[in-house]
T-cell receptor, first 117, second 115 residues
Framework: AQKVTQAQTEISVVEKEDVTLDCVYE???????LFWYKQPPSGELVFLIR??????QNEISGRYSWNFQKSTSSFNFTITASQVVDSAVYFC??????????????FGTGTRLTIIP | GAGVSQSPRYKVAKRGQDVALRCDPI?????LFWYQQALGQGPEFLTY????????KSGLPSDRFFAERPEGSVSTLKIQRTQQEDSAVYLC?????????????FGPGTRLTVL
């Protein structure tokens, strides 16, 4: 069965510092998808990125970057020059998409990130 | 148009009461998912619809939980004889394309408190 582990429960950094959120996953399938979602205090999950298992290229989007390494089953997320608005709970998630159309997500327990002004 | 909406946003129920939670997905979205998020935890899958068909209900914790999507749009999650352990945020998500692993759009959730 699939599993996602986010070992960091809470992280606090001072504004403008860089911060990396760790994500380790387990799956028996060769085709799978990894996601990061942001959950601000309002509670609504916001999609950040999707990555399939065949694409190991790292991705950068503004201050956000993602490092996908199949060899270590990790999909880490880095925020550069953090800002107070980045404060939220961040979830890593996995979908094996084994069944047609059923893209149910398995989430980690989340990392609460606090950016201190 | 608008994103996924859920109602009510907050629900307080006495133990033993039945509750119904509503989800309005984004218009035209084929796939609809329900998740349960306990305090301090990540969301956990409950059930999945493809249009009006409920194709996966493996995550429903007991037979007190029932979901429907009769016309392939609005969905209702019903919990009968609520218990304290049912207290959680119930999230609904929809996605456009069935058969491709795409972005799921989440609603704001319904926070259920069972006293």
């Amino acid at each position: 069965a699939q599993k996602v582990t986010q070992a960091q429960t809470e992280i606090s950094v001072v504004e403008k510092e860089d911060v990396t959120l760790d994500c380790v996953y387990e799956t028996r399938d060769t085709t799978y998808y990894l996601f990061w979602y942001k959950q601000p205090p309002s509670g609504e999950l916001v999609f950040l990125i999707r990555r399939n298992s065949f694409d190991e290229q790292n991705e950068i989007s503004g201050r956000y970057s993602w490092n996908f390494q199949k060899s270590t089953s990790s999909f880490n997320f880095t925020i550069t020059a953090s800002q107070v608005v980045d404060s939220a709970v961040y979830f890593c998630a996995l979908s094996e998409a084994l069944d047609f159309g059923n893209e149910k997500l398995t989430f980690g327990t989340g990392t609460r990130l606090t950016i201190i002004p | 148009g608008a994103g996924v909406s859920q109602s009510p946003r907050y629900k307080v129920a006495k133990r033993g009461q039945d509750v119904a939670l509503r989800c309005d997905p984004i218009s035209g979205h084929v796939s609809l998912f329900w998740y349960q998020q306990a305090l301090g935890q990540g969301p956990e899958f409950l059930t999945y619809f493809q249009n009006e068909a409920q194709l996966d209900k493996s995550g429903l914790p007991s037979d007190r939980f029932f979901a429907e999507r009769p016309e392939g749009s609005v969905s209702t999650l019903k919990i009968q004889r609520t218990q304290q352990e049912d207290s959680a945020v119930y999230l609904c998500a929809s996605s456009l394309i069935s058969g491709r692993v795409g972005e799921q759009f989440f609603g704001p959730g319904t926070r259920l408190t069972v006293l």
